[in-house]
C-alpha cells in the first residue's frame, strides 16, 4: 500500500454529477488517501465559478453595495450539491458563521476562500472522510510569503493522525496572526502539492477536465498528439510559454523531494494522462516533447559597433529596464548588439522612457523596436543528443516563409525559442508541429 494525494479542481467538483464522478475515482484505489479540492467551478460554458461570485460579494461589500443577492446564488449552489447529493451536513451553520464574519469585515483572502472551505466541507461529508483545514497548517510569514519548512511540519504532524482526509485547496494562514492567506488563482495546485511532500506520497495526481498536456495547442493543431511523459525541466520550459495544465508554483515543492506528478482528467478517468517526474522518460525516443507560445511581445534591439569590448555595456542596459521596474524573457545577443524580449503587460507605458535612458547612457549607434512578436519554443530533452534539430525547425519555417525575427538557445540544448511576427504565429506553430511528428 501506497500513499497517493489526489486533487480535484473547480470543473470536478461542480455540481453533485461532478462529485459523483470525483467519488468513483477515488473509490477505485484505495491508495488515494488525502483529497484537495477547489472551489466549484463551472457547470456549463456561461455559468459563474464560485470563486468568482466571492470576488463579486467583496467588490459589492467594499463599495457599500448590499451583497445579499449574489451571497444567497453561492449558498444555492451548495445547497443544491447537498440535497442532489442526500447529505447531512449543516451548512446553515457554515453559512450563518460566514455572512457574521462578512458583515463584522472579514478580510479580501478570508472572502475568497469561502468557496474551498465549503467544497471540502461537502466532499467529506460525501466521502466520510475527515474534513482538515487548512488553516493553521498552510503558513505564510509576515510578508505574505510561503513558508515552506514550517508548513510542512505542520501538515505533516496533522496528517498523520488522519488515515483519510479531504482538505480545501488555495489557503493557508498567517503564522503572525492566524489570518487567512490565499495563493493566487490556481493555488490549490500548490496546496495539494505541498499535501503530497508533507505526507511522502507515492504521486500526486491533479485531476482536471483535460487528460494531460499535449503537443502543441488543440485551437491551433488539429487533434496533437498527447504527451504521456515530461520531465519536470520541460514542463517549466513548457509552461513558461503558455502551455499551462497546473500552477507552476505547485512543481518545485515536489521536484526537490522527487515526487511524480498526474495529470488526470476526471471526465475520462481511463486516460492514462500525463506523468511528469524527474527524469526524461527513457524508453520515450520522441525528439521534441512539445511546442508552446505566446503572443504579445516586444523586442528593443541595441547595436553599438564594439559593444563586445566595451565593458558593462550588457549590465547598463538590463539596469536601465530594472530602474523602470520590468522584467525581461529573454536576452539574445550578437558580437554588437543586444536585444531583449519584454511581454507587453510588463512593458506598459514606459517604451519612450527606457529609449530615451538607452541613448543617454548606452549612445548607441542604433536602437530598433519591433512590437507585435510573438515567442514560441520547441522543447525536448533529447534535442541535445540529435543533429539536425535547429536545421529542421529553419527549414520549416523557411518553407512555408516565416520570417524568424529573434533566436534564442540554451547551452543545454532542451529549447529553441524564436520569435515571430504575430501575424505568422499559429501558422509557425502548425509547421513546427508537423515537422517533428
Known amino acids: 500500500m501506497g500513499i497517493k494525494v489526489a486533487k480535484f479542481g473547480g470543473s470536478s467538483v461542480a455540481d453533485g454529477i461532478q462529485l459523483a464522478k470525483m467519488r468513483e475515482i477515488i473509490e477505485q484505489d484505495a491508495d488515494r488517501k488525502y483529497i484537495i479540492v477547489s472551489a466549484p467551478g463551472k457547470r456549463f460554458p456561461s455559468d459563474t465559478k464560485v470563486t468568482d461570485l466571492l470576488y463579486l460579494c467583496m467588490t459589492q461589500k467594499e463599495n457599500n453595495i448590499p451583497y445579499d443577492q449574489v451571497f444567497q446564488v453561492i449558498e444555492d449552489r451548495f445547497m443544491a450539491v447537498k440535497m442532489n447529493l442526500g447529505l447531512e451536513v449543516d451548512l446553515k451553520k457554515h453559512f450563518d458563521e460566514i455572512k457574521k464574519n462578512m458583515d463584522e469585515g472579514a478580510s479580501e483572502d478570508y472572502i475568497v476562500s469561502i468557496g474551498e472551505y465549503l467544497s471540502a466541507v461537502i466532499t467529506a461529508a460525501y466521502m466520510g472522510y475527515d474534513f482538515v483545514d487548512t488553516k493553521g497548517l498552510i503558513l505564510f510569514d509576515k510578508r505574505g510569503r510561503l513558508d515552506i519548512e514550517a508548513t510542512d511540519k505542520a501538515l505533516g504532524e496533522e496528517l498523520a493522525k488522519h488515515e483519510r482526509a479531504v482538505i480545501p485547496g488555495f489557503y493557508g494562514s498567517s503564522i503572525e496572526d492566524g489570518s487567512i492567506k490565499i495563493f493566487s488563482r490556481g493555488g490549490s495546485d500548490i496546496s495539494g502539492s505541498l499535501v503530497a511532500r508533507a505526507v511522502g506520497a507515492d504521486v500526486y495526481e491533479n485531476w482536471t477536465d483535460v487528460s494531460g498536456f499535449l503537443m502543441a495547442d488543440p485551437k491551433i493543431v488539429d487533434n496533437p498528439k498527447p504527451i504521456r511523459s515530461i520531465s519536470y525541466m520541460e514542463l517549466r520550459e513548457l509552461s513558461y510559454m503558455g502551455a499551462s495544465v497546473m500552477h507552476e508554483d505547485a512543481v518545485n515543492p515536489l521536484k526537490v523531494v522527487n515526487i511524480p506528478i498526474n495529470i488526470r482528467n476526471t471526465n475520462d478517468p481511463q486516460n492514462p494522462g500525463t506523468i511528469i517526474t524527474a527524469e526524461h522518460d527513457k524508453d520515450d525516443d520522441r525528439i521534441i516533447t512539445g511546442i508552446a507560445g505566446s503572443k504579445d511581445f516586444t523586442v528593443i534591439t541595441v547595436y553599438k559597433n564594439g559593444l563586445n569590448k566595451e565593458k558593462g555595456f550588457v549590465r547598463k542596459f538590463l539596469s536601465i529596464i530594472e530602474d523602470n521596474d520590468i522584467s525581461f524573457e529573454h536576452l539574445p545577443t550578437g558580437i554588437d548588439t543586444v536585444s531583449i524580449v519584454i511581454t507587453n503587460e510588463q512593458l506598459g507605458d514606459n517604451l519612450e522612457d527606457i529609449l530615451e535612458q538607452l541613448q543617454l547612457r548606452l549612445k548607441p549607434d542604433v536602437v530598433e523596436v519591433h512590437d507585435n512578436i510573438s515567442m514560441i ?52 506553430v502548425r509547421v513546427l508541429y508537423d515537422a517533428f511528428n
Open 377 to 428: 519554443a520547441v522543447v525536448g530533452e533529447r534535442m541535445s543528443h540529435r543533429t539536425g534539430v535547429s536545421a529542421t525547425v529553419f527549414t520549416a519555417l523557411a518553407k512555408e516563409g516565416v520570417n524568424v525575427r529573434t533566436i534564442d538557445q540554451s547551452t543545454r540544448e532542451m529549447n529553441i525559442i524564436i520569435g515571430v511576427g504575430t501575424e505568422d504565429f499559429e501558422r509557425a
